[in-house]
């Protein structure tokens, strides 16, 4: 299919395969795995799937965080400058075992899977007579555009995380001599943004001492003071969950934590119930005080 109000044609193929697979399969014909770079492109291809009443439940779709658990890009190349995450996804455990995106067909939402399901998949090239043409232009080094290496794009800004810790002042300081400021979250979307740029192997303790929740840890705390240990001190207990809900159902999950269930059976609920218990509440990291020390995201604009 044409995009009539763009330069991409696409090519739905129903055999399912894994993503590497399908990438390889649109890489044959000089294309890749869709990008969905825009409101406009996303919609044009949600509506055609879903007025064409596919029996396709779900495709691959080119988002990826393969390379080096940095975050997700495009297969293709293309800054990850849009998204339309399903509610609460990314939600993979680690980025080692959710690295790859599908998108469902009836809304076009995305969820991020393990690269070795099997989905049916969509294809993305540019029409033969649209391919663009490009001529070398004379930059102005201090008025470039776009986002600085290692800087990450998002809406109009630009998105560096830098892994060092620093206290609140050193991190907005850091920030401020690179023509930035510390990362504001202003919705649930920026912040599932922001969160799924964060490597593979992020991980922190939310109480401000690492030395103390080591120290807890040591001392058997982890399995005598549960509900503390896990909404504070989780990298020292191995509670690091990126995907973290309640496995048990959900409706019963929360009826037993009204009935003060977390506190009177915190070893099985905080494993079957975190989101019930609010173990997940950890996922707003930004909202730190200056006595907190972590990796820290600058915001800026080029």
Same mark, same amino acid.
């Given at each position: 299919?044409?995009?009539?109000?763009?330069?991409?044609?696409?090519?739905? &193929?129903?055999?399912?395969?894994?993503?590497?697979?399908?990438?390889?399969?649109?890489?044959?014909?000089?294309?890749?795995?869709?990008?969905?770079?825009?409101?406009?492109?996303?919609?044009?291809?949600?509506?055609?799937?879903?007025?064409?009443?596919?029996?396709?439940?779900?495709?691959?779709?080119?988002?990826?965080?393969?390379?080096?658990?940095?975050?997700?890009?495009?297969?293709?190349?293309?800054?990850?400058?849009?998204?339309?995450?399903?509610?609460?996804?990314?939600?993979?455990?680690?980025?080692?075992?959710?690295?790859?995106?599908?998108?469902?067909?009836? &809304?076009?939402?995305?969820?991020?899977?393990?690269?070795?399901?099997?989905?049916?998949?969509?294809?993305?090239?540019?029409?033969?007579?649209?391919?663009?043409?490009?001529?070398?232009?004379?930059?102005?080094?201090?008025?470039?555009?776009?986002?600085?290496?290692?800087?990450?794009?998002?809406?109009?800004?630009?998105?560096?995380?830098?892994?060092?810790?620093?206290?609140?002042?050193?991190?907005?300081?850091?920030?401020?001599?690179?023509?930035?400021?510390?990362?504001?979250?202003?919705?649930?979307?920026?912040?599932?943004?922001?969160?799924?740029?964060?490597?593979?192997?992020?991980?922190?303790?939310?109480?401000?001492?690492?030395?103390?929740?080591?120290?807890?840890?040591?001392?058997?705390?982890?399995?005598?003071?549960?509900?503390?240990?896990?909404?504070?001190?989780?990298?020292?207990?191995?509670?690091?969950?990126?995907?973290?809900?309640?496995?048990?159902?959900?409706?019963?999950?929360?009826?037993?934590?009204?009935?003060?269930?977390?506190?009177? &059976?915190?070893?099985?609920?905080?494993?079957?119930?975190?989101?019930?218990?609010?173990?997940?509440?950890?996922?707003?990291?930004?909202?730190?005080?200056?006595?907190?020390?972590?990796?820290?995201?600058?915001?800026?604009?080029?």
């Amino acid at each position: 299919m044409d995009d009539p109000l763009g330069d991409s044609c696409y090519l739905l &193929n129903k055999e399912v395969v894994t993503w590497l697979e399908a990438e390889s399969r649109c890489d044959k014909m000089g294309a890749h795995l869709i990008s969905l770079n825009s409101v406009k492109e996303q919609g044009y291809v949600s509506g055609f799937l879903h007025s064409s009443k596919t029996d396709y439940f779900t495709l691959w779709i080119g988002a990826n965080s393969r390379k080096d658990g940095k975050g997700f890009g495009w297969s293709d190349g293309s800054p990850f400058v849009f998204y339309n995450w399903f509610p609460g996804q990314p939600d993979g455990q680690s980025f080692a075992s959710e690295e790859c995106v599908t998108m469902f067909t009836s &809304n076009g939402k995305w969820s991020d899977v393990s690269c070795d399901q099997l989905h049916s998949f969509i294809c993305e090239k540019f029409r033969p007579s649209k391919l663009r043409t490009t001529t070398t232009p004379n930059v102005i080094e201090e008025n470039s555009y776009g986002c600085l290496d290692g800087w990450k794009p998002f809406r109009n800004h630009c998105i560096l995380i830098e892994k060092q810790k620093l206290s609140w002042m050193e991190a907005s300081q850091f920030c401020k001599d690179r023509n930035g400021v510390l990362a504001s979250v202003k919705d649930e979307n920026e912040q599932n943004f922001l969160y799924s740029q964060l490597p593979s192997d992020y991980c922190f303790n939310i109480h401000p001492n690492d030395t103390h929740c080591t120290e807890l840890a040591a001392a058997g705390k982890c399995s005598e003071e549960v509900q503390y240990m896990v909404k504070q001190c989780p990298a020292a207990c191995g509670q690091c969950d990126k995907n973290c809900s309640d496995v048990y159902n959900t409706e019963s999950c929360q009826a037993w934590a009204a009935n003060n269930g977390c506190e009177t &059976n915190p070893q099985w609920m905080f494993q079957m119930c975190k989101k019930s218990c609010g173990a997940c509440d950890a996922r707003w990291i930004l909202a730190r005080s200056a006595r907190y020390q972590g990796s820290n995201l600058c915001m800026g604009k080029w």
